[in-house]
């Protein structure tokens, strides 16, 4: 059911003693959220907002075609950048 303000509302949860909140299956279905899977935490107001976490390019601060590199996360453009000043492999 949507309310006045467009959003969903959903069953209510209680967060445990470590402070963990069961997402319902069938948001996580809708969403396709699965384990592992990263969220950001923003607050506005009493509402917290859970946004799922995309990766932005180190060098950068792009988030436009990041993949990781080792154990960070680098564009296209970057990754390419990198790659000419790499000596080539004789």
């Known amino acids: 059911m949507k309310s006045e303000n467009g959003m969903t509302n959903g069953a209510a949860r209680a967060v445990c003693e470590l402070g963990n909140i069961q997402l319902p299956l069938t948001l996580r279905q809708a969403q396709g959220i699965v ?16 946004v799922r976490h995309e990766p932005k390019c180190l060098a950068c601060d792009d988030d436009t075609n990041v993949q990781k590199l080792h154990n960070t996360f680098l564009c296209e453009i970057c990754r390419e950048a990198i790659q000419g000043t790499l000596p080539k492999n004789a």
Do not use: P, R, S
């Open 35 to 50: 384990a592992g899977d990263k969220f950001e935490f923003i607050t506005q107001g009493t509402m917290i907002i859970m």
